[in-house]
């Protein structure tokens, strides 16, 4: 097929690791990679955030990646962009009607907004991934969420416009149906992980140990709902540990980030700051050795639409502590691959921690049954053989659709 992806702010060619670079930017360039691998041709279409950015860019082997012209050609926070998703849509339908992709999959809400408003000229079937619902973040941010009000209503008439609904869990089937969309049309792909790039072998030597120090590693993006805060101060509660925060700014501008700044401030007044180390953005081909250094992976925020992070540490060898919220509660299969705490619940987290340090024999079994869990569910050709059957389905029914209207004429 002549697949098009559009993910407006997450563009695959990121550096992830930014407030708004992250886990959808992995998603859209890896996912987009193995549907080439299984022939497919892909354009994934994201806004110029740049003037000097070409029209036209190689990702890899059948995926070009083309930058839109939406706005203006500058960085602007993804909560900030609603205006300009118009522009944006009238930019597709101009490139689809000069070159008629067979599909659409549109990743994130605005997306969505743009990808059915030019489809729906060209007569195109459109595959929606949210990667986050607003409804959720409405409800864990109250007044800080800083999204559009609009955004709900829109995500809801988007998902009942598209052809098929990609939910990344069940939790998020949850969220779906309460928005009234019919089950039968939401299939559950999860998002998935390169374990020729994250394996345990991908280990540096750690030292000795007897003498080194525990680690565990928080990975993602430095925002509040991620809970750093929760973690840090667990760490008060578990003795000759370290945290090793892993992501955020470049390592040259960490000690002048805010978030960073606030973090510090939380691990001194909780008795821990020389326990907790902050690494800033760790390019991709270094992250697996900078996993394998680790214990167990806290992945603790207050909501998590799905968590990619825990899946690279799973791949990795790396057991995890995780909140049972979202994706996790499907990939982090409690007391095998990991432990699932009540997010917020600092003292039920210190717990769980200290009792997986204690016990070596637990956490080897536990990083087997992680690695195991990852190959047979979470690889990216696993993912695209899902997702690639959501996109024959939903073409099958467009056809089976077209020939009955053309039947009763």
């Known amino acids: 097929m002549k697949i098009a992806m559009v993910s407006e702010h997450a563009s695959p060619l990121a550096c992830v690791g930014g407030v708004d670079a992250g886990g959808q930017n992995v998603h859209v360039g890896e996912l987009a990679r193995a549907l080439a691998g299984r022939g497919h041709s892909v354009v994934v279409y994201t806004r110029a955030n740049r003037p000097d ?139 998935g992980v390169d374990i020729e790039h994250f394996h345990p072998a991908a280990a540096a030597n750690p030292g000795p140990e007897a003498t080194r120090r525990r680690r565990l590693i928080a990975l993602g993006r430095l925002v509040p709902r991620k809970g750093i805060d929760d973690a840090i101060r667990a760490l008060a509660k578990i003795p000759e540990v370290e945290l090793m925060i892993v992501g955020g700014p470049a390592p040259e501008h960490i000690d002048f980030d805010p978030e960073v700044r606030r973090l510090r401030a939380v691990a001194v007044q909780f008795g821990v700051g020389e326990r907790v180390l902050f690494t800033g953005r760790i390019e991709r081909d270094q992250l697996p050795a900078v996993l394998c250094t680790g214990d167990a992976l806290l992945a603790v925020p207050w909501y998590e639409p799905f968590g990619i992070a825990p899946l690279e540490a799973m791949a990795c060898g790396l057991p995890v502590v995780a909140t049972a919220v979202g994706g996790m509660l499907d990939t982090v299969v409690h007391g095998t691959t990991g432990l699932l705490v009540e997010p917020g619940a600092v003292e039920g987290l210190a717990e769980a921690v200290r009792g997986l340090l204690v016990d070596d024999e637990r956490r080897r079994q536990m990083a087997q049954a992680c690695v195991q869990r990852v190959r047979e569910l979470y690889t990216w050709p696993a993912v695209a053989g899902r997702t690639e059957h959501t996109y024959e389905s939903v073409v099958a029914s467009r056809r089976r659709f077209d020939q009955v209207v053309e039947a009763s004429r």
């Open 53 to 191: 950015l070409p029209r036209r860019v190689s990702f890899c082997p059948g995926v070009q990646v083309e930058h839109v012209v939406a706005g203006p050609e500058a960085e602007i926070e993804k909560d900030q962009l609603l205006p300009h998703m118009a522009a944006f849509a009238a930019q597709l339908t101009r490139r689809w009607e000069r070159s008629r992709p067979d599909l659409v999959h549109a990743h994130f809400w605005m997306s969505g907004l743009a990808a059915t408003q030019a489809a729906g000229v060209l007569d195109l079937p459109v595959v929606q991934t949210f990667h986050a619902l607003g409804t959720v973040k409405r409800r864990w941010q109250a007044d800080a969420d800083t999204s559009p009000p609009s955004r709900i209503g829109t995500e809801r008439r988007v998902a009942h416009v598209v052809d098929r609904v990609i939910a990344t869990c069940t939790d998020e089937v949850r969220e779906l149906s309460k928005l009234g969309v019919p089950r039968a049309r939401i299939d559950v792909v999860p998002c």
